[in-house]
């Protein structure tokens, strides 16, 4: 009976010798993905902090704003009833919501249209004019600025909110070159069969590309989305009268008018900054699976 047991043991033995280095191996990618968690942890800390301070610092009296707590020793809901009687918010918000659909829906339409003409049809002279829709990209904003706003002078439309989203219906080289690259990972198979079917280019557009495409268009939808609710350059050119500003030029305003120029409102500064950027954290939840799909969908050019 002992021959038997120390044959088994003696059988066991390798099994077990073998095992011994897995278990290391899986110990030790066990504390690598801890310390991976960990480090992400404290740079996704260190990254939301500037928010969490501004968040905190809304519901704080003056006299606590710059105390550097993250929970407030006195907690206040004055700041959010306050700013709304001292600024007109809902007409800036407002006056930015039109501003952002307007701009996100014309530019990714016409972006789209233009993509797919260079992605689809073969004409003659068509990498040239591609190679200058890209050209326009390597141009800074300051060049064409002062060219810009002389043309929107001279038919009348400098005080409104026309010049914020109107140049979109022109489309964007970068746009135009991201769902470009979309157009041409698509199988052409597809297009071609739509075509024996009978449908037309804007049939074929409409019906099958875009449903194919439709993370790419949901990303530059959500890209332009961003762009618009953020921009301060334009309103800063182009909006005089109050009524007609949008929430980053609101919120300039209320920097001036109680800041350092005001009587040192910060309380009033830091709510306006929370109102006016929690739109785009709902957006980026809300998003973050298109963006994510938008990128793993890229394929190569065919």
């Known amino acids: 009976m002992s021959a038997v047991n120390a044959h088994a043991a003696a059988a066991a033995a390798p099994d077990a010798v073998d095992m011994s280095p897995r278990r290391e191996g899986r110990t030790r990618k066990r504390w690598v993905r801890v310390l991976v968690g960990v480090a992400l942890a404290i740079l996704a800390f260190a990254l939301s902090y500037p928010f969490l301070w501004l968040l905190s610092a809304s519901f704080k009296p003056r006299s606590d704003i710059f105390d550097n707590r993250l929970i407030p020793e006195v907690f206040t809901l004055d700041n959010y009833a306050s700013i709304w009687t001292e600024a007109p918010m809902a007409l800036w918000a407002g006056n930015t919501v039109l501003v952002t659909v307007l701009a996100a829906t014309t530019v990714t339409i016409s972006s789209a249209m233009v993509a797919w003409g260079f992605a689809y049809y073969r004409f003659r002279g068509r990498s040239v004019l591609f190679g200058l829709v890209l050209a326009t990209m390597m141009l800074p904003g300051a060049v064409t600025m002062i060219p810009t ?81 953020t921009d301060l350059m334009r309103p800063l050119i182009y909006l005089r009268d109050e009524s007609d500003f949008t929430l980053p030029r609101g919120l300039k305003q209320i920097v001036d008018q109680f800041g350092v120029a005001g009587n040192y409102q910060w309380e009033l500064v830091v709510t306006a900054g929370v109102l006016t950027t929690i739109p785009m954290i709902v957006l980026f939840f809300f998003g973050q699976r298109y963006f994510m799909d938008g990128i793993a969908t890229t394929r190569a050019p065919r």
Do not use: K
């Open 149 to 229: 706003f002389l043309i929107w002078n001279s038919v009348g439309l400098t005080g409104s909110l026309v010049p914020l989203w109107a140049g979109n219906l022109f489309g964007s080289a970068f746009y135009i070159f991201l769902l470009r690259q979309f157009f041409l990972g698509l199988p052409r198979e597809a297009f071609e069969a739509a075509r024996l079917d009978g449908a037309n280019g804007w049939r074929i557009f409409r019906s099958v590309a875009v449903p194919m495409c439709r993370p790419a268009i949901i990303l530059t939808l959500l890209f332009e989305v961003q762009a618009a609710w």
